[in-house]
C-alpha cells in the first residue's frame, strides 16, 4: 500500500510496484458478494471509491447502470483501469483519498480491501472518514471492509505466511509488526515460472471499535457489520469485517 515514514505518504507507491499484476493477484478476491451488497445499500447511487485501482468493482457496479466516481493515488492503476471496457467513462481523481475532493454528492463511499490502513497515521485515517462524510449527502453511507488486528499470531513481533500455492504461482508474505505506533511493514513474496516478485506494503491497522469512533468524529453512526460481505454475523472469532457508517440526519 502506501509507503510512507511518519506522517510522510506517497499515495503512488503501492501502484507503482503492483499496477501491473495487480489484477492477477486480485482474483482471489470476490466480487459478486460485493457488487450485490453495495448496490442494495446505494439504490440509484451515485457511488464514491477511495482506492478505485483497475476497476475490480467499479466496472461492475457501472455495468449495472450505478453511476462510479473514483479517487486513486496511482496514475498507473488508473491508466489499466481506463483500458478497460467502459473504463475511460468512469471519472477518477488521481490524488490521497484522505484529502482528495470529487466534484458531486453521493449516496455512498466505498474503501474496499483494507485500503483505509494504506493511510500513514490516525490523524490520516480520521480525515478520511471526514472525507468519505463530506462527499455523501444526508443519510449516505461509508462501507470499509477490512481485517481484524491480531498481534498475538506474531512471534517476536514478526511472521511469514504461506498464502496461496498453486502450480503457477506461490505467495509468502514476511511482516513486522511496531505495535507502539500500529504500523504493520510487510512484503509479499509472489513467484512464478518468471521469477521472483517483491511486493511490499505498509499498514496502520486500526481495530473495528476504532474505526467506529473514526465514524463518529466525522458525523456518521454505525449500521451495521458484518464479517464478510455475504453478510456473516460478525463475532469473537471473525478475522475481517465488512462495516456500515451512515450520515446522521438533521
Same mark, same amino acid.
Given at each position: 500500500?502506501?509507503?510512507?515514514?511518519?506522517?510522510?505518504?506517497?499515495?503512488?507507491?503501492?501502484?507503482?510496484?503492483?499496477?501491473?499484476?495487480?489484477?492477477?493477484?486480485?482474483?482471489?478476491?470476490?466480487?459478486?458478494?460485493?457488487?450485490?451488497?453495495?448496490?442494495?445499500?446505494?439504490?440509484?447511487?451515485?457511488?464514491?471509491?477511495?482506492?478505485?485501482?483497475?476497476?475490480?468493482?467499479?466496472?461492475?457496479?457501472?455495468?449495472?447502470?450505478?453511476?462510479?466516481?473514483?479517487?486513486?493515488?496511482? !496514475?498507473?492503476?488508473?491508466?489499466?483501469?481506463?483500458?478497460?471496457?467502459?473504463?475511460?467513462?468512469?471519472?477518477?481523481?488521481?490524488?490521497?483519498?484522505?484529502?482528495?475532493?470529487?466534484?458531486?454528492?453521493?449516496?455512498?463511499?466505498?474503501?474496499?480491501?483494507?485500503?483505509?490502513?494504506?493511510?500513514?497515521?490516525?490523524?490520516?485515517?480520521?480525515?478520511?472518514?471526514?472525507?468519505?462524510?463530506?462527499?455523501?449527502? !444526508?443519510?449516505?453511507?461509508?462501507?470499509?471492509?477490512?481485517?481484524?488486528?491480531?498481534?498475538?499470531?506474531?512471534?517476536?513481533?514478526?511472521?511469514?505466511?504461506?498464502?496461496?500455492?498453486?502450480?503457477?504461482?506461490?505467495?509468502?508474505?514476511?511482516?513486522?509488526?511496531?505495535?507502539?505506533?500500529?504500523?504493520?511493514?510487510?512484503?509479499?513474496?509472489?513467484?512464478?515460472?518468471?521469477?521472483?516478485?517483491?511486493?511490499?506494503?505498509?499498514?496502520?491497522?486500526?481495530?473495528?471499535?476504532?474505526?467506529?469512533?473514526?465514524?463518529?468524529?466525522?458525523?456518521?453512526?454505525?449500521?451495521?457489520?458484518?464479517?464478510?460481505?455475504?453478510?456473516?454475523?460478525?463475532?469473537?472469532?471473525?478475522?475481517?469485517?465488512?462495516?456500515?457508517?451512515?450520515?446522521?440526519?438533521?
Amino acid at each position: 500500500m502506501g509507503e510512507y515514514v511518519g506522517e510522510w505518504f506517497d499515495a503512488s507507491a503501492y501502484g507503482r510496484a503492483i499496477a501491473d499484476i495487480y489484477d492477477e493477484t486480485a482474483q482471489r478476491l470476490p466480487v459478486e458478494p460485493v457488487i450485490e451488497t453495495i448496490s442494495r445499500l446505494a439504490g440509484r447511487g451515485p457511488v464514491l471509491e477511495f482506492g478505485i485501482g483497475t476497476g475490480r468493482l467499479a466496472l461492475p457496479l457501472a455495468a449495472r447502470g450505478i453511476p462510479v466516481a473514483g479517487v486513486d493515488g496511482s !496514475p498507473e492503476m488508473v491508466k489499466i483501469l481506463r483500458a478497460k471496457p467502459g473504463g475511460d467513462h468512469v471519472p477518477v481523481t488521481v490524488g490521497d483519498f484522505s484529502e482528495a475532493r470529487v466534484e458531486g454528492v453521493f449516496s455512498l463511499v466505498l474503501l474496499a480491501v483494507n485500503t483505509v490502513f494504506a493511510l500513514p497515521s490516525q490523524d490520516a485515517q480520521v480525515r478520511c472518514f471526514r472525507n468519505a462524510a463530506a462527499h455523501l449527502r !444526508p443519510g449516505g453511507r461509508f462501507v470499509v471492509e477490512a481485517w481484524v488486528p491480531d498481534p498475538a499470531a506474531f512471534r517476536d513481533r514478526t511472521s511469514l505466511r504461506l498464502l496461496s500455492v498453486a502450480e503457477e504461482e506461490v505467495v509468502v508474505e514476511a511482516a513486522r509488526l511496531c505495535p507502539a505506533e500500529q504500523l504493520m511493514h510487510t512484503t509479499k513474496l509472489r513467484m512464478t515460472a518468471d521469477g521472483l516478485r517483491l511486493l511490499p506494503a505498509n499498514h496502520r491497522y486500526a481495530w473495528p471499535c476504532e474505526l467506529d469512533l473514526m465514524a463518529r468524529l466525522a458525523g456518521m453512526e454505525r449500521e451495521r457489520r458484518w464479517a464478510d460481505w455475504s453478510g456473516t454475523p460478525f463475532t469473537d472469532d471473525s478475522r475481517a469485517h465488512v462495516s456500515v457508517y451512515r450520515v446522521l440526519e438533521g
